[in-house]
């Protein structure tokens, strides 16, 4: 190991940049030193190593933050509720006893109002696509998912026909992860994730005593998704008794939210490590 003096004079902080244990750091001396009073070469030589340990502390510390701070929207685990319809879109007309119809766009607004506060209770990030009677088109909601970095995407419609929910996952053929897709085909990626994600609403749903019919179709705007993501149609809920739950009735929509619930805490605990926090 040589001791000489750098010939450019003191060290800059380019060393400090690489963390370079090697001679060059150890080289580049600094001419203040040389030969100052009281400082022989070995407390040099000390004080030098002290230095460039230090560094080395500095810049693995920065590297091990750099690797356990992910960017803010990995690190949580976000769910997207999309109300179907709203504003000038009603949606379909749900029957109601002795009264006139409900509109779909409330039916879905109040499941989404509902879903939503049993999520964040549970420590969930939640995205919703509206929070009003207003009108949000295809495009505006597929952004708004494609934002907020979600692991679940639901979307949620209502239905006068039918019975119990019908669970819906994109009919376009799965394609490898990571590859560059046109923007209305992003949910090829997540296809088999969205069934995944499929099966277990279907298994919770069905604990909680309601029928599930899973199917594949494109509702708008789920191929343009890139999360895992389903499509979640209420329909009516025949009773024992010859009447009929329909989608806006509280007492079912209640029973619904809390299964999707408990589907979501489920698929939390089998995303990676990194995306569980809330
Ligand atoms: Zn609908």
Request: glycine content about 6%; overall charge negative; some cysteine.
């Amino acid at each position: 190991m040589s001791y000489q003096a750098n010939p450019s004079g003191a060290p800059g902080p380019s060393h400090l940049g690489t963390g370079d244990p090697t001679p060059s750091t150890v080289e580049s001396k600094p001419a203040s030193t040389m030969g100052a009073p009281g400082l022989d070469s070995e407390t040099w030589e000390r004080s030098t190593l002290n230095r460039t340990l230090s560094t080395i502390q500095s810049i693995a510390l920065l590297l091990l933050t750099l690797l356990l701070v992910p960017p803010a929207h990995a690190q949580r685990f976000t769910v997207l509720l999309d109300a179907a319809h709203g504003g000038d879109d009603s949606g379909a007309l749900l029957p109601k006893e002795n009264s006139s119809p409900a509109k779909e766009k409330d039916a879905t607004l109040a499941l989404s109002v509902r879903l939503r506060s049993l999520l964040t209770a549970r420590g969930l990030t939640v995205v919703t696509t509206r929070e009003s009677d207003t009108a949000v088109d295809a495009q505006q909601r597929a952004e708004i998912a494609n934002r907020a970095h979600a692991q679940a995407c639901l979307l949620i419609h209502a239905s006068s026909t039918g019975t119990g929910i019908h669970l819906f996952f994109s009919a376009l053929s799965p394609a490898q992860p990571g590859l560059l897709l046109p923007w209305n085909t992003a949910q090829a990626a997540s296809v088999q994730r969205s069934i995944a994600l499929a099966g277990i609403l279907n298994t919770s749903l069905h604990h909680a005593g309601i029928k599930v019919t899973l199917g594949q179709a494109s509702v708008n705007p789920i191929d343009s998704l890139n999360c895992p993501a389903v499509a979640v149609e209420v329909a009516p809920e025949p009773q024992p008794d010859g009447r009929s739950l329909t989608p806006q009735d509280t007492a079912y929509q209640t029973r619904i939210a809390e299964a999707i619930a408990a589907a979501l805490l489920e698929w939390r605990s089998t995303a990676p490590e990194k995306a569980r926090q809330p």
